[in-house]
């Protein structure tokens, strides 16, 4: 019923920037509490930045100050703003979604709690 598609990623220096978006169709965009994760080779899928249904957000140590997460309802999109980027950035980034039936804390990059993911875009920040 929900799909979600990621667009945006790509390959870039260190430093460089890149804006990824994720596309909602199916269900209530504004509904959707929000995520991107984001996974190297190697290793286990890992939470970058959540934001909520009224916009309160929260980053990743690694990211934060770099990295801004908005959504657009009108639209039912999602973004992920990526500045000054490293090549630890290096990924496969995914967005996810859930909606939740009760408001609850604790959510924000906890994988468990996410029942829609996109098919990922690849970001890779060479040296």
């Known amino acids: 019923q929900v799909q979600l598609v990621e667009s945006g990623g790509g390959s870039v220096q260190s430093g460089g920037s890149l804006r990824l978006s994720c596309t909602a169709s199916?269900?209530?965009?504004?509904?959707?509490?929000l995520a991107w994760f984001r996974q190297a080779p190697g290793k286990e899928r890992e939470g970058v930045s959540c934001?909520?249904?009224?916009?309160?957000?929260a980053y990743a140590l690694d990211v934060k100050g770099r990295f801004t997460i908005s959504r657009d309802n009108a639209k039912s999109t999602l973004y992920l703003q990526m500045n000054n980027l490293k090549p630890e950035d290096t990924a496969m980034y995914y967005c996810?979604?859930?909606?939740?039936?009760?408001?609850?804390?604790?959510?924000?990059?906890?994988?468990?709690?996410?029942?829609?993911w996109g098919q990922g875009t690849q970001v890779t920040v060479s040296s």
């Open positions: 934001i909520s249904r009224s916009g309160e957000n």
């Open positions: 996810a979604a859930f909606s939740p039936k009760v408001a609850f804390s604790g959510w924000c990059l906890i994988r468990r709690y996410f029942d829609y």
């Open positions: 199916g269900g209530t965009f504004g509904d959707f509490r």
